[in-house]
């Protein structure tokens, strides 16, 4: 069974960063594109950007272009998502995944990001 754990969520204030983590175990993290997703509150999961497994060539839903950036470390089995310049649609719990399309079943239990004063 996929293991995947986030961390690094929080409360941020507009216009703040942010860093988020997920360490992947129980399968080969090397060979997979892997992705970031989110779940805004009363809203359904959204697509927030991929990475390749190897190139490093990424992915970004127009909302968060320009604003985020994926990345990864093959050799420590971990995914990372910078977030800058954040603001309230952001407010979201934010998974890491195995997959680059719905329904992302093969996911963490996701951290918790808030965008607030």
């Known amino acids: 069974q996929v293991q995947l754990v986030e961390s690094g969520g929080g409360l941020v204030q507009p216009g703040g960063s942010l860093s988020l983590s997920c360490t992947a175990s129980t399968f080969n993290f090397s060979y997979y594109y892997m992705s970031w997703v989110r779940q805004p509150p009363g809203k359904a999961m959204e697509w927030v950007a991929s990475i390749t497994a190897h190139s490093g060539k990424t992915y970004y839903r127009d909302s968060v272009k320009d604003r985020f950036t994926i990345s990864r470390d093959n050799a420590k089995n971990s995914l990372y998502l910078r977030l800058n310049d954040v603001n309230a649609d952001d407010t979201a719990v934010y998974y890491c995944?195995?997959?680059?399309?719905?329904?992302?079943?093969?996911r963490g239990r996701g951290t918790q990001v808030t965008v607030s004063l």
């Open positions: 995944a195995k997959e680059t399309a719905p329904p992302y079943t093969s």
